[in-house]
């Protein structure tokens, strides 16, 4: 804070400015070093495996054009944190909502009037676009931190403060993203590019239910923070463990939704020539997709604690996913890439994750499972 106008601090808004500078900076050079990975290595992986296909070219365009895209939404990612750091991060929420909407929208029409792949890069770019400005708009709007932009400057300092959350951080989340896109590649290689295309549009389902349902946690996370800022731990689980029975009730729902319904619509309506998964290897994918989700909310709710723990976990996670995925696909292919990441964390970070959660909010597994199922009269939280 720089000043207090009677009892009220006013934010210092001009280091706020030097913050956006730095970070505008930071996610610009992650920008340009992941697109510039991609764009070689990811190349010659997809020359490779469409050179003796006959729309090769129209395979090869696409990807071309995904990588500014991939740029666009990596760069556009600053705003989100922005926002939710100035306490709006419902607002937030809604931007991401809207814009994945407007994906999913262009992506149909484009795939109703025949644009085939290219409808899904633009949907993703106009998802980066659309996020981005939206985001950046509010911020504005909400902080006077622009007024600060022309004498704003990149500030080692401040780099240096962010860099040991951030770099744990960072392991965290491209170690999640690495093994969600490594199992796609080995099915490429390994099952062909039909079954990829039926489980990587699986697996966006099982990630999108995931999302919404995760949604009703996300909206408490800077009241989580500012709990345990007021010393209020103990008044925590009064928000968590409420939102995971939404949690559960809303992946539930989406996930017999999907499997009953989910078929006939791609079919039926949108006319898709990609089917879903059999309802058996579904069910299972939805399954650990849900599993993983769920210790997800509890590592951020460690994170609000200013812990990050996690690096080394979902690092060795991540090797054995992928080398135990290697082994499965060629004994029981799609069975395999499924099985092979639920084994892997349920036998450590999907409880592991859950109890430091757990602990740092002073609450016992005994405390979470009684309130999820409604039995815990002493600490059954009120209305949230």
């Not at 009730?249 to 990609?274: M, N, P, Q």
């Amino acid at each position: 804070m720089e000043e207090e106008a009677g009892s009220v601090p006013i934010p210092n808004y001009r280091l706020l400015a030097d913050l956006v500078k730095t970070m505008r900076l930071y996610y610009l050079g992650l920008g340009i070093l992941i697109t510039l990975a991609l764009g070689i290595f990811g190349t010659n992986w997809i020359m490779h495996k469409a050179q003796h296909l006959a729309d090769s070219r129209t395979i090869v365009g696409a990807w071309l054009l995904f990588l500014p895209a991939i740029f666009v939404n990596i760069a556009s990612g600053i705003w989100h944190p922005l926002l939710s750091g100035i306490n709006q991060v419902r607002l937030n929420q809604q931007i991401l909502v809207w814009t994945l909407v407007t994906n999913y929208l262009i992506t149909l029409v484009g795939l109703l009037v025949g644009l085939g792949l290219f409808a899904l890069v633009a949907g993703y770019l106009a998802m980066g676009f659309l996020s981005r400005a939206a985001a950046q708009a509010k911020f504005n709007q909400l902080s006077q931190a622009h007024v600060y932009t022309k004498s704003a400057r990149w500030s080692r300092e401040l780099l240096g403060t962010l860099w040991p959350t951030a770099w744990r951080t960072g392991i965290v989340t491209v170690g999640i993203y690495a093994t969600l896109n490594a199992s796609t590649l080995i099915c490429t290689a390994y099952l062909g590019l039909k079954t990829t295309a039926s489980f990587g549009l699986s697996q966006q389902l099982a990630l999108a239910a995931m999302s919404i349902a995760t949604g009703f946690f996300i909206v408490k996370t800077p009241l989580i923070a500012q709990l345990r800022a007021r010393g209020k731990v103990h008044e925590i689980s009064r928000i968590v463990f409420p939102r995971m029975r939404w949690f559960w009730a809303a992946y539930i729902a989406l996930t017999v939704t999907a499997i009953v319904f989910g078929e006939a619509v791609l079919r039926d309506v949108l006319h898709s020539k990609t089917p879903l998964l059999p309802t058996s290897l579904l069910i299972a994918l939805f399954v650990v997709v849900g599993l993983e989700g769920h210790h997800a909310i509890f590592r951020e709710i460690t994170l609000t604690s200013h812990r990050n723990p996690f690096a080394k976990p979902v690092v060795i996670a991540g090797i054995l996913i992928v080398l135990l995925s290697l082994i499965l696909v060629q004994w029981i292919g799609l069975w395999g890439l499924i099985l092979a990441p639920g084994i892997v964390q349920i036998c450590f970070n999907n409880w592991w994750t859950v109890l430091v959660g757990l602990r740092s909010m002073g609450n016992s597994a005994a405390d979470y499972i009684f309130s999820l199922f409604g039995l815990n009269g002493a600490r059954r939280s009120p209305k949230t």
